[in-house]
């Protein structure tokens, strides 16, 4: 199949797993498209703006779009017609439902829809449901490939044999590992962090399925107890949320709070452990990015985790503090340092070139 002018949807460009997924496809094989159009759904861009608009073929749409209003509809109708839009990837799982819908109207031949979180993300009421119902069943009709970036989504959303229907894909993400095992530098004399110091860190946006208080939990019991250990935290909206809290405890000197950064690799080399008891999952970047470090990682028992990280890790309830700080608190006495067979199996696993390369082929294939 020809590919002339694709266009992928996204609610926005901030920086997140989504976001930043489709960034690095986009850096690494976006000559073998015409156009490229990134349409944001919220009507807004975002922190990767300027990043997208460094590739050459990339153009950015903003346009607001109310599930309630037709109106967005038939603009965007207007818009594949216009552009000659040959393929629409939307990455919203469920709410590509209108979209895929749309791109029927528009002859649009090759319609994916990538589900990049492994359950709902929205709170549950009767309204809600009834409308994710009705979008998920627009999904599955309109859409021609059904992606997922875990098996625990598909598990989830679709409760149908599909490991035996063609038209469903698993793609794990895809992580260049060379910008992570070459890094050397880390932040310890920045940040006045001794050497000798034990860090955890975390790195993700501030939502309720980071899961940020249980971490904060953990850390004021494990900070007042080890006069050596520290944690750091960075991602969106986390030094804005959550800087008053560590303030008012006093502790502001030995939980140091970030919000996103361009130096992750940084960031991570600086660390001893990665804590990372997320309630909700797609596939976590960040937990692979800490693991393709080679550091040794305390993360929750959910099914995206357990599929990310195997069977020969030891995960933890998400909300149970007294077993999550137990659990950091042994890889503090133990000081194991980075694990060279994690780092191997990582590098295999998320390989960015043969990940990347499932995903083109879908794409571009019929």
């Not at 020809?2 to 094989?29: A, H, P, T």
């Not at 990043?51 to 109708?77: A, G, T």
């Not at 059904?146 to 598990?155: Q, T, V």
């Not at 794990?172 to 590992?177: E, L, R, V, Y």
């Amino acid at each position: 199949m020809e590919i002339k002018n694709i266009s992928f949807l996204v609610n926005n460009l901030d920086s997140g797993g989504i976001e930043n997924y489709l960034l690095r496809f986009l850096q690494y094989k976006h000559s073998e498209f015409n156009r490229i159009y990134i349409y944001c759904k919220s009507g807004s861009g975002g922190q990767l703006e300027n990043d997208y608009l460094k590739i050459p073929n990339v153009e950015i749409v903003k346009r607001k779009h109310s599930y309630f209003n037709i109106f967005s509809f038939i603009w965007m109708n207007d818009f594949f017609k216009r552009k000659d839009v040959s393929v629409v990837c939307d990455f919203t799982g469920n709410f590509a439902g209108l979209p895929v819908t749309v791109a029927v109207f528009a002859n649009v031949k090759k319609r994916i829809v990538f589900y990049r979180s492994a359950m709902d993300a929205f709170k549950q009421s009767f309204l809600k449901n009834l409308y994710s119902k009705f979008v998920k069943h627009l999904t599955f009709k309109f859409s021609t490939t059904i992606l997922s970036n875990s098996e625990a989504a598909f598990d989830y959303f679709y409760k149908i044999d599909w490991r035996n229907n063609k038209r469903f894909k698993v793609i794990h993400n895809g992580i260049n590992a060379d910008a992570f095992i070459q890094t050397t530098e880390n932040l310890r004399a920045e940040l006045k962090i001794p050497n000798d110091a034990f860090v955890i860190g975390h790195t993700g946006r501030y939502n309720q399925a980071k899961n940020h208080q249980t971490i904060l939990n953990v850390a004021f019991r494990l900070v007042r107890k080890y006069p050596d250990i520290y944690f750091l935290f960075c991602g969106n909206g986390v030094k804005k949320s959550l800087s008053d809290l560590v303030l008012s405890e006093g502790l502001d000197g030995r939980i140091l709070l970030f919000e996103n950064r361009t130096d992750i690799p940084v960031f991570l080399n600086t660390l001893d452990c990665y804590f990372f008891p997320s309630t909700r999952e797609g596939q976590p970047n960040a937990l692979i990015e800490a693991m393709i470090m080679g550091l040794p990682f305390i993360a929750s028992d959910i099914p995206p985790i357990r599929e990310t990280v195997g069977d020969n890790y030891t995960l933890y309830p998400a909300m149970d503090v007294d077993a999550l700080a137990a659990a950091i608190e042994k890889e503090y006495f133990d000081r194991r340092g980075r694990n060279a067979a994690l780092q191997q199996e990582m590098f295999k696993r998320f390989d960015y070139n043969e990940r990347f390369n499932e995903f083109y082929e879908v794409l571009v294939n019929d």
